[in-house]
T-cell receptor, first 110, second 114 residues
Framework: KNQVEQSPQSLIILEGKNCTLQ??????????LRWYKQDTGRGPVSLTI?????NTKSNGRYTATLDADTKQSSLHITASQLSDSASYIC?????????FGQGTELSVKP | KAGVTQTPRYLIKTRGQQVTLSCSPI?????VSWYQQTPGQGLQFLFE???????NKGNFPGRFSGRQFSNSRSEMNVSTLELGDSALYLC?????????????FGPGTRLTVT
């Protein structure tokens, strides 16, 4: 079964600290892997999109990595800010459809 | 450019009724996809439309249907509503078909079925 699993389910960190979110997938074949940020009450916003051949991509303080051999991806957030508090969703594109992970709920405390 | 707009933003319906949700994509975008988001299941793909044709469909019953107009605006219809249909319904637009393009999500329509 094609699945996308994220860990941890939730995370609390202090402002200014770094953190890493994990995504494991069993989807095959896949076209691309995306990370989205979803603020409460809003639609998701794309952070990064990586194809099979890419293994790292950055967007400001967000850096995503992809290991297609082990089918793992991570999203690293550097120098966290209060505005980083949100749900982070890993998404894998599979034959024209998107398969979503359940998300990691990140809370950044002052 | 204006973003993706969805109307209405909030909706309360009773079981057995039907509902129609609307999505206006970003100007120039011709693909619209619909998703259901619930706390238990997360985000799930409903269907994708491109140039007024349904290109892909997720694993939802036939009560869920959609269409796209010539101006790329899209509507989603749910008939015979069930309590389990309570969810946030999101639409996303992209310049082209398939999932190779960046998708831009609207704010969603919060549907509550009582």
């Amino acid at each position: 079964k094609n699945q996308v699993e994220q860990s941890p389910q939730s995370l609390i960190i202090l402002e200014g600290k770094n953190c890493t979110l994990q995504c494991n997938y069993t989807v095959s074949p896949f076209s691309n892997l995306r990370w989205y940020k979803q603020d409460t009450g809003r639609g998701p916003v794309s952070l990064t999109i990586m194809t099979f051949s890419e293994n790292t991509k950055s967007n400001g303080r967000y850096t995503a990595t992809l290991d297609a051999d082990t089918k793992q991806s991570s999203l690293h957030i550097t120098a966290s800010q209060l505005s980083d508090s949100a749900s982070y969703i890993c998404v894998v594109s599979y034959i024209g459809k998107l398969i979503f992970g359940q998300g990691t709920e990140l809370s950044v405390k002052p | 450019k204006a973003g993706v707009t969805q109307t209405p933003r909030y909706l309360i319906k009773t079981r057995g009724q039907q509902v129609t949700l609307s999505c206006s994509p970003i100007s120039g975008h011709r693909s619209v996809s619909w998703y259901q988001q619930t706390p238990g299941q997360g985000l799930q793909f409903l269907f994708e439309y491109f140039s007024e044709t349904q290109r892909n469909k997720g694993n939802f019953p036939g009560r869920f249907s959609g269409r796209q107009f010539s101006n790329s605006r899209s509507e989603m219809n749910v008939s015979t509503l069930e309590l389990g249909d309570s969810a946030l319904y999101l639409c996303a637009s992209s310049p082209g078909p398939g999932q190779s393009y960046e998708q831009y999500f609207g704010p969603g329509t919060r549907l509550t079925v009582t």
